[in-house]
């Protein structure tokens, strides 16, 4: 099984093919070569060190509440 998880962008390297996210109080240096136009406070779906895609902010917050339901993620998030 996958499992990919939204994050908030803090930072975009000036490269633009990396970029700092925050999940839960963890930060984790993540690449967005497949994916474009990133933005910092932009919500990222994140698998295995990968950007794959764009979510919005209702979107991610709500994902990130059925992780923290079924106990995958902390409730903070």
Not at 3 to 8: I, K, N
Not at 36 to 44: G, S, T
Not at 48 to 70: H, I, M, P, W
């Amino acid at each position: 099984m996958c499992l990919a998880l939204p994050a908030r962008v803090i930072e975009v390297d000036q490269d633009g093919q990396t970029a700092l996210v925050e999940l839960d109080g963890i930060r984790k240096r993540i690449s967005l070569v497949l994916i474009e136009e990133v933005a910092v406070d932009d919500f990222l779906l994140i698998h295995v060190g990968y950007a794959l895609n764009k979510l919005s902010e209702d979107e991610a917050r709500r994902t990130l509440a059925l992780f923290a339901q079924a106990g995958m993620i902390g409730s903070s998030a």
